[in-house]
């Protein structure tokens, strides 16, 4: 009875020490010990055979020795005249540890691949933030240009010139006249400006939707409601503060924003049915004093 050495038993049927352990305790079998180094465990080649049998693990030829065994077995050690069976026993243990070794591999390079993964996805949400940044700070620099340029008029408010051609306010108003029809251009221009409620300077609050000119319902009435119910998005200028309102996707949610320094600085305003005027004022008087603070 030859005894292999633990390790030895392990590259024999490809699994490591703890399974090997595992498999020992459920055939019923245990570990001996080495005739001269009690401190070594060793199987004999009756029981790596069992285990191998059991869990359907090939061993085409007898184990080889361990170095420390060898010494021991020197008198049972194969003729010199079949050195081939020898070597073949040699190295065929090899394999193991080579499958072993390509699964680890693989095992790293997958790592690698989901850390560069994880990273672009990073680099994309940080690119398509910064590109929201950017149009949002676009939109702003040209709404206060066109404020600018915009000429005034006393007793209007300038949000109302916004919507009027300067030529057709230079012309006398004439009941009689048919208005004239929009060009294409001047159709695709007014959608792209959002509604607004705006404080005028004669101390009243003005509703300019850019289809339908000034609107004249009374403020928090049911026609109010009807109509923020009917917008995606708009803006209001307060006396205490200014902000662009938006739906969030299909809902009756509503959020106002503000950028400030290239940052959007967000306030929660409520359902449709909540977005009084009072409201309003408060998220505006909030957004600004908190801007006020970081200036």
């Known amino acids: 009875m030859i005894p292999i050495a633990q390790m030895e038993c392990c590259t024999m049927l490809g699994v490591g020490p703890k399974t090997l352990r595992n498999w020992l305790r459920h055939a019923g079998l245990s570990f001996i010990?080495?005739?001269t180094d009690a401190r070594l465990k060793c199987l004999t080649e009756e029981q790596v055979r069992q285990l191998a049998t059991l869990h359907a693990r090939p061993?085409?030829?007898?184990?080889?020795?361990?170095?420390?065994?060898?010494?021991?077995?020197?008198?049972?050690?194969?003729p010199e005249e079949n050195p081939p069976v020898k070597q073949e026993q040699e190295?065929?243990?090899?394999?193991?540890?080579?499958?072993l070794s390509e699964e680890a591999e693989l095992r790293k390079t997958m790592c690698r691949l989901e850390a560069?993964?994880?990273?672009?996805?990073?680099?994309?949400?940080?690119?398509?933030?910064?590109?929201?940044?950017?149009?949002?700070?676009?939109?702003?620099?040209?709404?206060?240009?066109?404020?600018?340029?915009?000429?005034?008029?006393?007793?209007?408010p300038s949000s109302v010139q916004e919507l009027v051609p300067i030529a057709s306010?230079?012309?006398?108003?004439?009941?009689?006249?048919?208005?004239?029809?929009?060009?294409?251009?001047e159709l695709h221009a007014r959608s792209r400006i959002l509604p607004r409620i705006e404080y005028g300077t004669?101390?009243?609050?003005?509703?300019?939707?850019?289809?339908?000119?000034?609107?004249?319902?009374?403020?928090?009435?049911?026609?109010?409601?009807?109509?923020?119910?009917?917008?995606?998005?708009?803006?209001f200028l307060g006396?205490?503060?200014?902000?662009?309102?938006?739906?969030?996707?299909?809902?009756?949610?509503?959020?106002a924003y503000r950028t400030f320094r290239s940052r959007p600085h967000r306030r929660y305003l409520g359902i449709t049915d909540r977005l009084t005027l009072a409201r309003l004022e408060q998220v505006a008087a909030s957004l600004q004093a908190e801007l006020t603070s970081l200036s």
């Open 33 to 35: 010990a080495h005739p």
């Open 59 to 78: 061993l085409p030829l007898p184990p080889p020795a361990s170095p420390t065994l060898r010494e021991e077995a020197a008198p049972l050690a194969l």
């Open 91 to 99: 190295t065929l243990p090899v394999s193991a540890p080579t499958t």
């Open 116 to 156: 560069k993964v994880m990273t672009l996805q990073e680099h994309l949400t940080q690119l398509t933030l910064e590109l929201l940044r950017e149009r949002s700070e676009r939109y702003e620099q040209r709404l206060s240009t066109l404020e600018a340029l915009l000429p005034q008029q006393p007793g209007s």
């Open 169 to 185: 306010a230079a012309r006398p108003h004439s009941p009689s006249a048919a208005p004239r029809p929009l060009q294409p251009a």
């Open 202 to 235: 004669q101390g009243l609050y003005v509703l300019i939707c850019p289809q339908e000119g000034v609107l004249s319902f009374p403020l928090d009435s049911p026609e109010w409601f009807d109509w923020l119910a009917s917008l995606a998005s708009f803006r």
């Open 239 to 255: 006396p205490q503060g200014r902000f662009t309102a938006y739906r969030e996707g299909q809902t009756r949610t509503w959020k």
